[in-house]
């Protein structure tokens, strides 16, 4: 099976930090293979950002070179989610989405936490759009900064076990990590926390290849049939002709 | 008052249509400049287009050679609306965004009204998004398709108003009419209709005064600040310095 | 345009200090006649005054020697709004109902702020009757008094603005300011708040000139379309003479 | 003990018929006291009635020359409900509120049904006030009109009947009459559907009967604490001294 | 009238406990009869030991000599509360399932209370499942043990007061006491709490006597009619038979 | 990789039915352990049955004498799921609820489809305890028995396909199935119907297997940390120990 580890950002080393935490989980028989778009933000952190990531996004997965059997979304804010469920023929999952679902297989009330407080309502918007508010009604954002856990990551790691432990004492009985800031840090941090700290990476892997497995097949009607026979102006040739192609 | 009517779309005559209709309810002294996408499908109606169609708008919106006081999308999905509403220090309003609060202001109970079955869950999740699944818990679709309107438009009309009247029959007390296709198509059906037909362009337009006049600041916190100092990729030059402007 | 300001308490010097606000951002074309009702509580800060004020509300707008194009509901309650609606010929507005549409404008997630712990729920039930508790999920009250505002107005002012500043922070990207206490305190406070403060009345305005643009037909079916024929007993002689008349 | 029967319109017919229904369940010891408005619609139908109606319940709760011990709304519209509870020191039932309770006492998932589709939105906010969708999701109306059930009671009852088994065949498991009219009528009907009718004047009786035996004290604080110190212009005398009253 | 109080649990200590203040409300004519569970947990106060308790009401319930007309479930969890719906032809009310409805009649925002942090998802489940949540919006547990009032009571009693004058402070109109922990404590406690403190145990006596003076019939379709002709293995004797019994 | 298929009925045969499906899809290094209760209902149809099921699968789980890694529910209902988790320090995955997941992967909107009118409400019950009725807001059933199926299975299918395809044409993009009585008739309908039919089967394997290989610690705060010290009457003497065992 191979799975394509689509990034929407722009910087390959992020691609090459989640596909590492994705391979350590992966399936003997699964390849991953990395993907980074070609345009847009370093690190996607704002609505301008990830809106532009989503063209970037869907231009990559419908011009691969070679195929694949699913495509897993290297970014915590589900970029261009529906999207690509709509234009491809192959499972899509999103690494936040992922973590969303097994924090409600170990816990009934979960708890989101990101970095910078803009993010909270973005993470809160997408929590709802996935209608799992009710099981993760709480969206936090550590006052930390990426660099903190760069130029001090044990003091980093600190705050993050005690915004943690706090959480689970507030309620919390699983926690999402959501940013690849949090890469390396949950598993120190997790064996003194009361509850499971769920990175979205291995859980996307590991649902991409569930849904591989199951040879659902691709919708013919409603929202994520797939388009065809649509015009377009000024995209890159692959993706136009992608969009007039006829019915598949 | 210089208003952008912009259309995420590339077809310049969707544009002058929908510009046609916000004139004619504008205010004396503001005026409607017309923008139409560089890149992106000829009429949005796929999920994989709109989300192109984002960055198509944000790289339009923010290059504009001339000043503008407020920003209408003339596209019925509300295409980039929070992304643009971060990026840009002038309000923006979006036309179906537009329609349902005037469908608010003049009924308890409203529905929604397009063309083609895979609009209605994209209507509905758009409807949730802002927030209003409560006041517009009806979204349908006519059977027709954008070729009846324009081959047989006696006809078409004679179903959208048999449609309209069923869905008032059954509750709904105002009907909000989401697509280009039915422009001009409104008013001569609202005259047999029993309740509200609503169409966004004008109500987005006055929305759009509305917020100029209010003189609101911009926030300088939460999700809807303006980015700066972003790092980016192979975007538009324009689009690039913008995204890593200082702090405005 | 004549736009009927109509304050659903019994003090005239509350509808003028509306009335200013409101004419500070009307269009040039509109006349702003205020009416203040014959009979209830001086000030609405309770549900039996409320309920009352709605009876007094509708018997006001009902008997306005002159005609009017439009009604602005000069209180924060939005008193009777439904009913007027069902009422009237014209469009009908209301203050919060206004200010809380304009949030949802600039804002994903905005707060409510009042005076006196009473009014929470109170606030908290008109949002969501609105439809807008998603938007809109944070409602407090200020520990001050009116007359704190009145016998010591910098201190007051400066409460209020930290009290704004610690909505911000916590999340709050606009706040709306509910009561007519607030009059005159939010500019002064604007400047140091990080989100927008939204005051009602400019709003309320604003939207009944966008209505009357909208030139939308009364709806003659639903719980908004006009009452007739309907017998009573003790009612003022022109409200009961209203209620019977024959079909409009 | 002494339950006022309190019909917000000006009929005293309906009122005596409410009652009978009330006395009929009503406990050996307690004594059904019946009470008409002095002002309003003879029979509540509309939005602009039901808010007139508020005052005039409040008005006549307020001014009652015998005291009692609980009031009891006897209208399916739960008139001025939330008012009376803050003004009054006892406890205080609504006819719908009473049935959708014992709804969801009987069924999982029940339906509403009454006259007239005008009707049908506001008793959906009102099962939406009271906070029990989830629970009575479906409100529906007969297109019978009161005449229907005067003129033809059998043939009414008929298709009372079909359409409560339609219901329940569709899922409903209770449905709650919504309506004078239906009173005398759900009995002969009940033998021949398949789930419960539930009438809301017995039930408000049983309520009421229950909430003075179990002697809870009035809120001190909230927005059902009674108002007092209040101003006003224009009431009836003795409803403004008791708006004016020092604190309790 | 004949009311089962049957305790989930299987200590008659308890059941003892919650009859002596069943009786002190119940009607003249009404006679109280314990009911202990043969198997199960000592104290409920785990998802396992409710579930497997469930069993034991319903084995209990179907299994008594004597008739009755109503089954009190005399546990906080409403444990089984759906299934002996079911099963039963006759009333079944939980003592939550009562407390919050008494909540919902004096207060528009209640608060439930319980001990222990482990039960306040329980709970908050429970009052969803009951529809109730924006009702009864704020659960939260006490830091004490039972054995906190156990062995010091009115230092237990202290804490209690405070922490529901605090839930009245931040807007809750009514507190809902869940456990039976708190039986003999709220009186003490009430006198100096602003808002009202609800006792499930009367309450449910009173809807019962309610619910058996209503007559309502047994739903014979939908979720609650009641089940026959069921095949089932090693179950006790007498809820087997019961379960393959004919069509009653 | 030891799975525990854990049926909460007492039929062999169904679990061997499931069982066949999992394996199926299980991978390689999976083992698939059959269990059947050893009492309750032949076949789980009632909410009484599902009840009495719990305690059976509690039994079932904590007395098995191998270990195993992760258990499978074999049943729609999800019996008794939460209390497995609180229970047991192993992954535990229910049928509907790997169904379900499934589903929000591959639409937006899907129905779940099962057999039997009494069901519909108990699935619509799961699916909101699941958080996710947004997402698949439509339940209804085949008006077809489980005989039906036997005697004659062509025809059942072709109804099944209708209401599939029916389901698919009202925006349904992907539709449940749940029930035993679908399995082995989902693949031959699927070729005809334009939305993918789902089996919870291989689903909840596919996650039970994810979870293991996830490695999340059990949460030891919160509803779902295992019980400990909990004394009780009348237990199976292996459910006894395990509930009175020292903390883990």
């Avoid at 000024?234 to 006829?246: K, N």
Wanted: proline share 7%.
């Amino acid at each position: 099976m191979r799975l394509l580890l689509l990034n929407p950002n722009t910087t390959p080393a992020i691609t090459a930090q989640v596909a590492a935490s994705a391979r350590a989980c992966a399936l003997p028989g699964t390849e991953i293979v990395e993907a980074t778009c070609e345009f847009g933000a370093a690190v996607i952190g704002t609505r301008t950002e990830n809106a532009i990531a989503a063209h970037a996004a869907l231009q990559a997965a419908l011009t691969q070179q070679q195929p694949y059997d699913a495509l897993v979304l290297a970014v915590s804010l589900d970029t261009a989610l529906d999207a690509l469920r709509e234009a491809l023929d192959v499972p899509v999952v999103g690494l936040t989405e992922a973590a969303l679902i097994t924090a409600t297989m170990v816990s009934r009330r979960a708890a989101l936490l990101t970095l910078g407080p803009r993010m909270v309502p973005m993470y809160a918007e997408l929590i709802a759009h996935h209608g799992l508010t009710s099981r993760v009604p709480v969206v936090e954002a550590l006052t930390l900064t990426p660099q903190d856990f760069l130029s001090s990551p044990l003091d980093a790691r600190e705050v993050l076990r005690e915004y943690c432990e706090r959480l689970a004492q507030q309620g919390a009985e699983a926690i999402v990590l959501a940013g690849a800031v949090f890469a390396g840090h949950a598993a120190p941090v997790q064996s003194t926390v009361s509850v499971p700290l769920i990175d979205g990476a291995p859980a996307a892997v590991a649902l991409a290849e569930m849904l591989v497995r199951l040879r659902l097949p691709k919708a013919q009607s409603g929202s994520l049939a797939a388009p065809h026979l649509r015009a377009s102006n000024g995209l890159a040739p692959q993706l136009a002709a992608w969009l007039r192609r006829e019915k598949p």
